[in-house]
């Protein structure tokens, strides 16, 4: 489709609840949600779970009496039956969380369709965030998971949720076939952290995603991918957030084509990604954390056409 008609393409009844952090300077949370998501034709209400004016600063917490008051007036302006799909990101307080759960009840009584999409911040490379208390992986496990439609853990968060050691790509599919048929989720997808074992090259990343297949019978099926990009070197905050917010757009876009959806947010990831590096490393060999910032706005047309056959990928079997 040439970019002017997708530009112009209307996507009635499609609205997103974003639920995340904000930063006032910088790019994180919501401040990496919500743009590509209105680039991409959706109405896009925000909820800050928190709020830093940059990276480093002390924040403002939003807790669940914050939040309740806040979905009253979403309540009172009819918006609960409006959405079509709540995306959730970090959230650090155990009470908020929990209201979070109350909320997508209640928006999916009014539109049983709705689609919830989680992405369970709660650390990476072994540990948790600071700040981060424990009692979160207990209430994403029983609380926020049986609702969900799509998570995207990485690699820890995988492996706290389901209580399988990650220490390979056969743990990583194990642990995502749990939540396929115990916590009855339609989509999983890995976004990093994941052992490899396949190459022992250091310069590739894996990504997996796992879609559990509608059947008539009672056991599930489930397939698995495995997709592969290249390392770019650097540490760059808002990643995950970019990359579940666009998985969110892609896969309303390709009808659920889960494939197609994450190589294209791979793909526009890679681009984003590079151009932020590129950037910073003109600047100084040694950039801080300001001039690593995602270069969104640089990159909104690789946000909209990404080549997603650069990103190879296979099928695997568990």
Known sequence: MPLED???KERSGKKVLSIQSHVVSGFVGNKCAVFPLQLHGFEVDAINSVQFSNHTRPAAELNERDLAELFDGIRLAGLPAKYSHI????CGDASF???????????RQHNPKLIYVCDPV???NGKYY????????SIYRDELLPLSDL????AFELSQLSDIAIANERDCLRAMEHFHKVKRIRIVVVTSGVPDETTQNKSIMHCYASEAIPSAVETIRVRYFRFEFPLITGTFVGTGDLFTALLLAWLEESSGDLCHSVRCTISSMQSAIRRTSDFAFA?????NIQLRELRLMQSRLDLLRPNAERINFVELNL
């Open 6 to 8: 997708y530009l112009s």
């Open 87 to 90: 995306l959730t990101g970090y």
């Open 97 to 107: 969380l929990r209201q979070i759960a109350s909320i997508v009840r209640e928006c």
């Open 122 to 124: 709660m650390g990476d």
């Open 130 to 137: 600071n700040g981060i208390p424990r009692e979160l992986c």
């Open 151 to 154: 998570i995207t853990p990485n």
């Open 283 to 287: 600047i100084s060999p040694d950039p």
